[in-house]
């Protein structure tokens, strides 16, 4: 899991579709995760169309940040 975004890292925004991460190139490879400011984003889109909720596939090296996050997004 990618913890802190090295100085490369770049944030990408469809603005259709709210599409935010965060964005990083490493030996050629693209990787693209969300972090606490993404999250919260989503979150925040999410409740403004009214949904009440958010799927999650894999927070295992969460510290209480990301879920404190969509928390706080969905409020």
Known sequence: MIRVLAANARRAAGEAAENLAARQVIAGT???HDDAWSIGRKAAWLRSKGLLGAMIW???GDTGTLMGALDAGLR
């Open 30 to 32: 693209l990787l693209e």
């Open 58 to 60: 894999e927070m295992s």
